[in-house]
């Protein structure tokens, strides 16, 4: 059995660098493309405590529910709706500060008050997966965490 040995006063910064490393050990021991987003969700949820964590699949035009850790979540989206569907879309981070601020947000929880969504990309560039975070806190996301994320969406890319 893989453990993830986390140190909770570390910095957000500190706490990716503590925890890339284990992900991408235990990313090497398991084939399985599902189980490594259900742990993936799990770690990320427990080493930074974020309100939800998840990742959303490509499957032809729709995005539609994969593993996570949370609240009841939106199972299907629409390629050209809500954070996820422009992700996906456009093939970029998007780091939302306030969700009632981003036009056509879908609200899958009122609780939810920012979030970031980092495409996971395919041998041809198509985004396949998309990770999503939500967080209960306005302005919790930054460009340390898109840093990290994005790292995190290439180790999950060589799986795809």
């Given at each position: 059995m893989?453990?993830?040995?986390?140190?909770?006063?570390l910095?957000k910064e500190?706490?990716y660098?503590?925890?890339?490393?284990q992900?991408?050990?235990?990313?090497?021991?398991?084939p399985?493309?599902?189980?490594n987003?259900?742990?993936?969700s799990?770690?990320?949820?427990?080493?930074f405590g974020?309100?939800?964590?998840g990742f959303?699949?490509?499957?032809?035009?729709t995005?539609v529910?994969?593993?996570?850790q949370g609240t009841?979540?939106?199972t299907r989206?629409?390629l050209?709706?809500?954070?996820?569907?422009?992700?996906?879309?456009?093939g970029?981070?998007?780091i939302?500060?306030?969700?009632d601020?981003f036009?056509g947000?879908?609200a899958c929880?009122?609780?939810?008050r920012?979030e970031?969504?980092v495409p996971?990309?395919?041998a041809a560039?198509?985004t396949?997966?998309v990770?999503d975070?939500?967080?209960?806190?306005?302005n919790?996301?930054d460009?340390?965490d898109?840093?990290?994320?994005?790292q995190?969406?290439?180790m999950l890319?060589q799986k795809l």
């Amino acid at each position: 059995m893989y453990t993830i040995t986390l140190t909770p006063t570390l910095s957000k910064e500190d706490t990716y660098r503590q925890v890339l490393p284990q992900i991408a050990a235990l990313l090497t021991h398991e084939p399985d493309l599902i189980a490594n987003l259900a742990n993936v969700s799990a770690v990320l949820k427990e080493a930074f405590g974020f309100f939800w964590v998840g990742f959303y699949r490509r499957i032809n035009q729709t995005l539609v529910l994969g593993p996570f850790q949370g609240t009841l979540a939106c199972t299907r989206i629409a390629l050209n709706k809500g954070v996820c569907g422009a992700c996906a879309t456009r093939g970029e981070t998007i780091i939302v500060p306030d969700v009632d601020a981003f036009p056509g947000h879908i609200a899958c929880s009122s609780l939810s008050r920012s979030e970031i969504t980092v495409p996971i990309k395919d041998a041809a560039g198509v985004t396949q997966l998309v990770l999503d975070i939500d967080s209960h806190q306005l302005n919790d996301f930054d460009l340390t965490d898109q840093f990290y994320l994005e790292q995190l969406a290439q180790m999950l890319a060589q799986k795809l």
